[in-house]
């Protein structure tokens, strides 16, 4: 009996401890939590937005043309001199099945 | 649930910061105060990860100091829940310390249930899990801290006992 008494004794023991802190969600935050929040948020860097000048931009375009078509020439005339010529193989399109079903 | 009032502060800074840039992505299929602990929860999971594999690597360079030191709870950090009424503060301090020892998702779930006080479906929302799969953790987590309770009731009550001898 007095074993079963201690043992209730340390179930109730425990339960309260369990719930001791029931209800802490209440609590506030302390005074300058505002503050030193705001004082973060402010000295985040800003994030900005690149934007290229439109010179620039134009400088860039007019240089990827000019490498394009100076490949395009270099490939062209070493193709007439006897060069190696673009060789182009046809996939034989029976090996395809071009068909295509949909499952809804 | 860090159990640091620093540690706590800088981690709802970092929530504000983070549900301030992706609010955007908020995709409304929880409320706005779910998806808040979610990522609040997340976060708090993330540092006591850290802070675990830290005091993993502290506790070999320390090994030889911890020896014949006391096991729990006499090792753990004071920690006072301001939130707490003055009249529960020891027990309080005596469940958090046992708490700290428990798996973390056992924590968040403890934490979420009983000092949060959310209801269980939001907590299985919030930890993306299902309701039984809370309701089990949220067991688990008890029966282990009746375990880890008990022999601080023992402890107490043998104190008590000298003391009144004395």
Same mark, same amino acid.
């Given at each position: 009996?007095? #074993?079963?008494?201690?043992?209730?004794?340390?179930?109730?023991?425990?339960?309260? @401890?369990?719930?001791?802190a029931?209800?802490? /969600? /209440?609590?506030?935050p302390?005074?300058?939590?505002?503050e030193?929040?705001?004082?973060r #948020?402010?000295?985040?860097?800003?994030?900005q937005?690149? #934007?290229?000048?439109?010179?620039?931009?134009?400088?860039?375009?007019?240089?990827?043309?000019?490498?394009? @078509?100076?490949?395009?020439t270099?490939?062209s005339?070493?193709?007439?001199?006897?060069?190696?010529?673009?060789? @182009?193989?046809?996939?034989?399109?029976?090996?395809?099945?071009?068909?295509v079903?949909?499952?809804? | 649930?860090?159990?640091d009032?620093?540690?706590?502060?800088?981690i709802?800074?970092?929530?504000?910061?983070?549900?301030?840039?992706?609010?955007a992505?908020? =995709?409304?299929?929880?409320?706005?105060?779910?998806?808040?602990y979610? %990522?609040?929860?997340?976060?708090?999971?993330? $540092?006591? &990860?850290? &802070?675990?594999?830290?005091?993993?690597? =502290?506790?070999?360079s =320390?090994?030889?100091? &911890?020896?014949?030191?006391?096991?729990w709870?006499?090792?753990?950090?004071?920690?006072? $829940?301001?939130?707490v009424?003055?009249?529960?503060?020891?027990?309080?301090?005596?469940?958090?310390?046992?708490?700290?020892?428990?798996?973390e998702?056992?924590?968040a779930v403890?934490?979420l249930?009983?000092?949060?006080?959310?209801?269980q &479906?939001? %907590?299985?929302?919030?930890?993306?899990?299902?309701?039984?799969?809370?309701?089990?953790?949220?067991q688990?987590?008890k029966?282990n801290?009746?375990?880890?309770?008990?022999?601080?009731?023992?402890r107490?009550?043998?104190?008590?006992?000298?003391?009144n001898?004395?």
């Amino acid at each position: 009996m007095l #074993i079963l008494k201690g043992i209730m004794k340390q179930e109730q023991w425990i339960e309260e @401890v369990m719930n001791s802190a029931a209800g802490a /969600r /209440r609590a506030e935050p302390p005074a300058n939590f505002t503050e030193a929040f705001m004082l973060r #948020i402010n000295g985040m860097p800003e994030k900005q937005a690149t #934007i290229i000048p439109l010179k620039w931009a134009v400088a860039a375009a007019i240089v990827m043309v000019t490498l394009n @078509v100076a490949v395009l020439t270099a490939y062209s005339t070493n193709a007439m001199h006897g060069g190696n010529s673009p060789h @182009v193989t046809t996939a034989n399109t029976d090996d395809y099945n071009t068909e295509v079903v949909y499952k809804y | 649930m860090v159990q640091d009032a620093a540690f706590a502060e800088d981690i709802s800074q970092e929530v504000f910061v983070t549900v301030f840039k992706s609010v955007a992505g908020f =995709s409304g299929k929880s409320s706005l105060s779910t998806w808040i602990y979610r %990522i609040t929860v997340n976060k708090c999971i993330d $540092h006591l &990860r850290s &802070r675990k594999r830290q005091n993993n690597v =502290s506790f070999f360079s =320390s090994f030889r100091q &911890r020896e014949g030191a006391e096991t729990w709870p006499d090792t753990q950090a004071d920690f006072e $829940h301001p939130g707490v009424v003055a009249e529960r503060k020891e027990m309080a301090g005596i469940l958090f310390r046992a708490l700290d020892t428990l798996p973390e998702n056992q924590k968040a779930v403890f934490v979420l249930s009983q000092i949060e006080e959310l209801p269980q &479906r939001e %907590i299985a929302e919030i930890l993306n899990v299902s309701v039984k799969a809370m309701e089990s953790l949220l067991q688990r987590a008890k029966a282990n801290l009746r375990v880890k309770l008990a022999p601080v009731y023992e402890r107490r009550k043998q104190d008590k006992h000298t003391s009144n001898n004395e």
